[in-house]
């Protein structure tokens, strides 16, 4: 079974654009949540999205925002790019909303210059 | 203070060594605790699920979790050199606002050399 994917793989932004990334879950998973992971760091926690709600924020600013299609795939985006938003983002898929057990996707690796 | 706190190593032994990793925290909600296991520039990978208090075993991985210390451990046993990653400790608690949110160390650097 395909785990989850994310594209793009790599991207290099400019400060102050925008940006947005993608992710599918695994087949039959219809929770997805988004993680920051700054170099050298433990991933923190962005939002988590359940059929198709947001039911989890974590402490990121406004500037970041998500949603989740009726096929469970997901798209974060995060605006007015700062240098500190430069990180791996992961995607996790889990079967609920308060499933622990979550799998993560490859991460996309944003770099804002 | 960070929630989740891990020593970030680095940690290196020899092939064949058994490996200690650890983590204290100080939410005492967190009741589901994870081990992960990334290798450098992919997503993390999950080893290990416990819930509450108490040891699980799977291969040569154990997780142990004392909750009274709010302490967590992975043991890792016979070593190999496919093992060196960074190990990652993750923790939630049982719902109510935190629906989805993993809490996680710091991440411990492993290598094992032959």
């Known amino acids: 079974d395909a785990g989850v994917t994310q594209s793009p793989t790599h991207l290099i932004k400019t400060r102050g654009q925008q940006v947005t990334l993608r992710c599918s879950p695994i087949s039959g998973h219809k929770s997805v949540s988004w993680y920051q992971q700054v170099l050298g760091q433990g991933p923190q926690f962005i939002f988590q999205?359940?059929?198709?709600?947001?039911?989890g924020r974590g402490n990121f600013p406004d500037r970041f925002s998500a949603r989740q299609f009726p096929n469970y795939s997901s798209e974060l985006n995060v605006n007015a790019l700062l240098l500190g938003d430069s990180a791996l983002y992961l995607c996790a898929s889990s079967f609920s909303s308060q499933t622990y057990e979550q799998y993560f996707g490859p991460g996309t690796r944003l770099t804002v210059t | 203070q960070k929630e989740v706190e891990q020593d970030p190593g680095p940690l290196s032994v020899p092939e064949g060594a058994i490996v200690s990793l650890n983590c204290t925290y100080s939410?005492?909600?967190?009741?589901?605790f994870m081990w992960y296991r990334q290798y450098s520039r992919k997503g993390p990978e999950l080893l290990m699920y416990?819930?509450?208090?108490g040891n699980k075993e799977d291969g040569r991985f154990t997780a142990q979790v004392d909750k009274s210390s709010k302490y967590i451990s992975l043991f890792i046993r016979d070593s190999q050199p496919s093992d060196s990653a960074t190990y990652l400790c993750a923790m939630s608690d049982e719902g109510g606002t935190s629906y989805g949110k993993l809490t996680f160390g710091q991440g411990t650097i492993l290598t094992v050399h032959p």
């Open positions: 999205y359940y059929e198709k709600e947001e039911r």
């Open positions: 939410n005492s909600a967190f009741q589901y």
């Open positions: 416990t819930y509450s208090s």
